[in-house]
């Protein structure tokens, strides 16, 4: 059935309906299928050949296909703003906060409010719009601030849609004078959320106990007190809480009074800030205890914990007493508070939130000693405590104007968390070994597909605010020089401190460092400015792809396409922003083998366009490489015989390359085979090599990568030459370094041993399988010690259990049920059985036991082993009705889910008779059904492409590998 393109044409509105005429022809091209299945079982034995019998009608008239539905694509509705008539510049804010249900009755956590706003009115008008969320205002008075004169307020409206408290008043306020608008208000610190001003339980050394914090990022200030809640609306907060005795209350600044409030009761009013956007307000309460120091630009630092975690919170301390000084020299600009506290919180949200003078953070961010934690631990303290500093600059000092900018905050914290790593933590070199895959690869997944987004839009998802904001400054620091750009963004925060920007700002602010330091006009002479430049990089979704092929000996073009992983996606448009094509400007770096200038390397802009590279002085045997370091965001491909010789420099000596570019070369090459762009086998050939590679980055690039090509062959007898190849490829790293989490150098080091003993185990190298089976053997013995490595347990327990017995099996089944910490490592580790029966009752159990999710059971096996994506695809279709009773259409997506995996004309046959069995699917999952037959065909051409070659290469690599083990 594979030439009826259910993909390509869209069916008439009533469903898809094959006449009985055609359905002789689809029963004669089933078998035709069938028949060349078992001919290329026989002559080529590595694409899946099993038979799968389609059921038809005894006698249809008909053969219904699901039936897809248009889905009007529509502009994202604008946020209601508030009116620009009545501008906020200090409130005065007091909460009592209710957290002892004995003592509290049925005012437990309530948090009553009296909240004074000064504001100064802009435009005459006889309403003032504020914002409130889960919350009561029960009185609201306005009076001139000069002389206490009352304003009538005629009527309130709560408008719930857009969390607006419309005030209307009996006649109209003056332009130019100041007034105060009183509110008494009850709200609550039941956010189920976590957001707003919240409450949450944690037990510590067995006691059950309670705290108070907020998270008012983006919209939820709101929740705790009424207020102009939007970012650009920027005033001074004096703050006062009122709580029991036996917490500590802390908020963004210093106490200037604690007292008692009546009997039982303790207030303690805080210090005014300086002018904030009201997002930035935080406080918490609850039993924290905490360390202090003064940093040597004299900022008194605190950090905050449970009191049992006190002793762990040292290293935050000291590190971010460090990094608020170097962000303070290098910004040529003070930190405005006096104090910043840094506390530890059980539950929260966010990983931390920057809010001025009261930075909070999740315990995992924050806790660290190196006896009990790993590198990775230390990793995350130190980028995250320099994320949120960074911040203090780049979102508070001077503050995105409204959301759809948020990449100035978050992208500059992105990119100087890595500054601030590398600043605090020199043994994991952040930027050679880290910054791809935290940063630019984490970006590049998303933007690479037809649903990403732009990263200054009102609809955007967070990689691309975050990642894809820190790679685009990264790119800056490139062609501009760090230095040169540093100097812009000096002049960008010391002219817009305490205000609001958008992007423009930051391009002119850049723009007229760059004309200083030519001399001339950026634009004059050049022809672009910053703006011309980012604004293709930021106002539209996605990123190029640079394919260059050598057209003479020293000349060689360059064509910029947009690049999407999958050739059937299709970009979604941003209505509200330029269409820009999907052109770019891009800087390309440049050298070649006769040059090696990686230090200095060549560069040329192609302006939204082509273009032509000479590379000076090469010769015909020499080849050239592009995007040195990989600081541009874009994917580079070659001509075939380029990629060939810089295959044998690797091979040769590998080191002439940087090691960014050895992780180019193989991210690159796997992820262009996967699109392709690119014979896949290119990417089998760049990784040769890796035997000699002992940098982490570059076998991180495989690790990260081998999915694609991992899914593609594990149904076919290629995948146990697949498995040998990259089992000799891993057994030097190995040997080196085998399972040293004890004994390593450097921090990256680490890393290094992670990926090494994870690819040793999964490839079946078997010192790794005795260490793992050795490990889980002494856990099982000793259930109450666990003593593996943390960040090997999913490995170990997979191992552990594919290689084991029904012992080990049983063992992770009632471990599940009741270690929540290990239970999901422990529920996927239970889909790495060998036993198809083992895997079948694994399923059937998850069918009945509650403490099991049957989709993710049914996923576990999915994608642990080829054996298991087969059954876990029979028993999907043998039990979609209960699914699908149970999980609604949840039960189609995961019959979807199967298809990024399916590359055979089996496989579509398959997945066409469920389509036409469940004709009658809701329209939504209908278009997924298309959108994944469309996968499927993919998959079918990638593989017709490559399985041959893939095989003929690992055919003459198993072959050298066994003569070299003579």
Not at 21 to 39: H, N
Not at 333 to 346: C, E, G, I, R, S
Not at 761 to 780: F, G, K, N, R
Request: net charge negative; glycine share 4%; aromatic share 12%.
């Amino acid at each position: 059935m594979s030439n009826l393109n259910l993909s390509d044409e869209k069916p008439p509105s009533d469903g898809w309906v094959v006449k009985k005429t055609t359905i002789y022809i689809l029963v004669a091209v089933a078998l035709i299928i069938l028949t060349g299945a078992v001919l290329l079982a026989y002559f080529v034995p590595d694409r899946e050949c099993e038979v799968t019998q389609i059921e038809l009608p005894d006698d249809p008239e008909t053969i219904k296909m699901p039936t897809p539905v248009d889905i009007p694509t529509t502009d994202p509705v604008p946020e209601a703003r508030l009116p620009a008539t009545v501008i906020p510049y200090h409130y005065d804010v007091k909460l009592k906060v209710y957290l002892d249900e004995q003592l509290d009755g049925d005012k437990y956590l309530d948090i009553d409010g009296e909240t004074d706003i000064y504001a100064i009115c802009e435009e005459a008008t006889d309403e003032i719009t504020v914002h409130i969320r889960t919350m009561t205002v029960h009185s609201c008075e306005i009076s001139q601030t000069d002389n206490d004169q009352q304003i009538p307020v005629s009527t309130t409206e709560a408008v719930s849609e857009n969390e607006f408290y419309v005030i209307k008043l009996s006649q109209k306020l003056e332009v130019g004078r100041e007034y105060r608008i009183r509110f008494t208000h009850t709200g609550t610190l039941n956010q189920t959320d976590y957001y707003g001003f919240y409450h949450a339980k944690y037990t510590e050394n067995g006691e059950e106990k309670i705290f108070a914090a907020t998270q008012f990022e983006s919209r939820r200030a709101r929740s705790a007190f009424p207020c102009f809640d939007e970012p650009a609306l920027k005033a001074t907060f004096t703050t006062t809480l009122i709580y029991r005795p036996g917490r500590i209350a802390l908020a963004n600044t210093e106490v200037v009074r604690n007292g008692t409030y009546l009997e039982g009761w303790i207030e303690t009013e805080y210090n005014k800030t300086v002018l904030m956007s009201s997002y930035l307000n935080a406080y918490t309460i609850g039993d924290w205890e905490c360390i202090y120091n003064t940093s040597r630009n004299n900022i008194f630092f605190g950090v905050c914990s449970q009191p049992s975690l006190i002793e762990d919170t040292e290293y935050a301390l000291y590190t971010g007493m460090d990094q608020m000084s170097m962000f303070e020299d290098l910004w040529n600009m003070p930190f405005h508070m006096t104090k910043t506290d840094m506390p530890a919180l059980p539950v929260f949200s966010p990983g931390a939130m920057e809010n001025w003078g009261l930075i909070l953070y999740r315990e995992k961010y924050i806790i660290y000693n190196p006896r009990d934690y790993t590198p990775s631990r230390k990793q995350g303290v130190a980028g995250v405590i320099a994320h949120e500093l960074a911040h203090m600059w780049y979102g508070n000092a001077v503050t995105m104007e409204w959301w759809n900018d948020l990449w100035l905050n978050e992208g500059f914290a992105t990119y100087f968390e890595n500054y601030g790593l590398d600043y605090s933590v020199s043994g994991f070199y952040t930027f050679d070994q880290l910054f791809l895959k935290d940063v630019t690869y984490r970006a590049m997944r998303v933007d690479q597909t037809g649903t990403s987004t732009p990263v200054s839009a009102e609809r955007t998802v967070g990689r691309m605010i975050y990642e894809k904001g820190g790679s685009l400054i990264n790119m800056m620091a490139d062609f501009l020089t760090q230095d040169l750009l540093f100097d812009g963004l000096r002049n960008y925060l010391h002219r817009h401190e305490w205000n609001n920007t958008i992007t423009d700002d930051l391009w002119m602010a850049l723009t007229e460092t760059v004309d200083a330091h030519l001399g001339v006009s950026m634009k004059e002479t050049l022809g672009y400015d910053m703006k011309d430049i980012m604004d293709t990089w930021v106002l539209q979704m996605g990123f190029p792809v640079v394919t260059l092929t050598r057209t003479a000996t020293n000349l060689v073009t360059a064509e910029q396409e947009h690049f999407l992983l999958d050739p059937n996606d299709e970009p979604q448009e941003d209505p509200g922003l330029p269409q820009l094509g999907y052109v770019w400007h891009i800087p390309l770096t440049y050298t070649h083998e006769a040059e090696l200038n990686f230090d200095m390397p060549k560069r040329t802009w192609l302006h939204k366009t082509g273009g032509t590279i000479e590379i000076e002085g090469a010769t015909n045997v020499n080849w050239y490489i592009a995007n040195i370091n990989q600081t541009t965001f874009i994917r580079v491909n070659y001509d075939t015989d380029n990629w060939r010789k810089l295959i044998i420099q690797l091979l040769n000596d590998h080191e002439v390359l940087p090691v960014r570019n050895r992780v180019h070369l193989i991210d690159d090459a796997f992820t262009l085979g996967e699109a392709l762009y690119l014979d896949h086998v290119i990417a089998l050939e760049a990784m040769e090599y890796l035997d000699n590679e002992i940098e982490y980055s570059p076998w991180q690039a495989f690790v990260a990568d081998q999915w694609y090509t991992k899914y593609m062959i594990w149904r076919t007898s290629t995948y146990g030459m697949f498995e040998k190849y990259v089992r000799h490829l891993v057994t030097p790293n190995y040997n080196s370094l085998g399972w040293g989490f004890e004994n390593y150098a450097e921090e990256i080091d680490y890393y290094r041993i992670l990926d090494t003993t994870q690819t040793a185990c999964s490839y079946s190298l078997v010192d790794c399988i005795t260490e793992a089976s050795t490990q889980y053997q002494y856990w099982m013995e000793n259930p109450d010690d666990n003593k593996i490595e943390e960040n090997m347990r999913s490995t170990v327990y997979c191992t552990s259990i594919r290689y084991g017995g029904d012992a080990e099996w049983a063992f992770a089944y009632k471990r599940q049920m009741n270690d929540t910490e290990e239970r999901s490592r422990l529920q996927s580790a239970l889909a790495c059985s060998r036993q198809p029966w083992t895997l079948n009752m694994y399923m059937e159990k998850a069918m009945d036991d509650e403490s099991l999710s049957v989709t993710s059971t049914i996923g576990y096996v999915r994608d642990n082993s080829g054996l298991g994506f087969d059954l876990a695809w029979d028993f999907t279709m043998k039990y979609f009705d209960t699914l699908h009773e149970s999980n609604s259409v949840a039960a189609f997506d995961l019959v979807w889910s199967f298809a990024s995996k399916m590359n055979t004309e089996n496989d579509l046959l398959k997945l066409n008779a469920f389509g036409a069995k469940y004709y009658d699917m809701p329209g939504e999952s209908a278009n997924d059904f298309y959108r994944a037959v469309q996968r499927v065909e993919t998959n079918i051409i990638w593989a017709d492409r490559n399985m041959v070659q893939i095989k003929l290469f690992l055919q003459a690599a198993v072959e050298k590998i066994a003569a070299m083990e003579e």
